[in-house]
């Protein structure tokens, strides 16, 4: 069981997100956070660990941290004084595009190469897909040209009601 996390995970580009930094081993973040819930290696051989709305990811190879997912149900995700899943979606896609100064999109995903962030179901209004992602340098960036440059409309999308 996570332990529980009840302090702001203040995201810190490339370095950080709340207690952990990217480079820490497997035993670093299950002192920060409990032990996982499910620990898998990909097909790619990279481990990938999940408790509760935090899924973190390693290198291949050295284990070490280099990416944290969260999902929409984390409410403690925050960015500058910004609260990523609490405040309004245009507000949070409006501010770190801006600060990026030059976000991509690709396969639906906001990448904000210069802020080390991935975003997800913000700017499409999907809810049930919103997520967000830290990663450490060199994580991203080997794609960068099958990255498309994104353009920050007025507003998001409607969900589409079925």
Known sequence: MMKTMTAPFDIKPYLSAGPLRFGMTPAEVAAQLGPPEISRRNMLRKLSESRGWIVTMYEKGSDRLAEVGFSRFFKNLTYGGMNIFKDPDQAVLKKLCNEDGK???????????????????????????????????????????????????????????K
């Open 103 to 161: 976000p991509y999109h690709t396969l639906g995903f906001i990448v904000l190469l210069r802020l080390g962030i991935t975003l997800t179901g913000f700017h499409d209004g999907k809810e049930d897909q919103k997520a967000c992602t830290v990663f450490a340098k060199g994580t991203w960036g080997i794609e960068k040209d099958e990255l498309e440059p994104f353009k920050l409309s007025g507003t998001a999308k409607k969900p589409e009601r």
